[in-house]
């Protein structure tokens, strides 16, 4: 019960790694937030884990979605322990066919979201706390088609003190 009242919150939330980590979460102890865009797959995650989990329908490309997600968590708990930024997205399209609709669809949630997560959830930061951002293999991988998702990762860590 490593994480025994803590409060987390994991964007991307409802699928795969997301689903996976809010599972393991629970299991040790915190209360878990999911988002995602999808609220079927967040009610999924949420019915099937049970208990210590909520979500909250939100697009990470929009400082407003969370902005809704941190003040849904600071109105519950009144605070978040752990953030986990785990939304993201990625295609196989060849440098010379990048468009920038492709470009800011990938960028948007890969590296805005990132940033619009954080915005919203440092203030519910305090000392002790922890800003997680998922990253891939695939930065080592040298994918020629991945190119674009792979230019955005980053091993960087924000701390909620950071700027003082």
């Known amino acids: 019960m490593r994480l025994k009242n803590k409060v987390a919150l994991i964007t991307g939330g409802g699928t795969g790694i997301g689903l996976e980590i809010a599972k393991r979460y629970v299991e040790e102890g915190a209360y878990v937030y999911t988002t995602g865009r999808r609220e079927n797959k967040l009610k999924e995650t949420a019915d099937m884990i049970g208990s210590n989990i909520g979500y909250v ?3 990470v490309t929009k400082k407003e979605d969370m ?3 941190a003040e849904k968590i600071r109105e519950e708990q009144g605070h978040v322990d752990i953030v986990m930024c785990n939304a993201g997205i990625g295609g196989y399209v ?3 066919d990048i ?6 669809r990938v960028m948007g949630t890969n590296v805005l979201g990132t940033y619009y997560t954080a915005q919203a959830c440092l203030p519910l930061m305090g000392e002790g706390t922890t800003f997680i951002m998922n990253t891939s293999v695939t930065v080592s ?3 020629p088609d991945f190119s674009l998702y ?3 990762i980053s091993h960087e860590v924000i701390h909620p003190y950071m700027d003082e």
């Open 57 to 59: 329908a939100a697009d």
């Open 67 to 69: 902005l809704k997600v």
């Open 94 to 96: 060849s440098l010379t």
């Open 99 to 104: 468009d920038e609709k492709e470009f800011y």
């Open 141 to 143: 991988l040298g994918l």
């Open 150 to 152: 792979r230019c955005q």
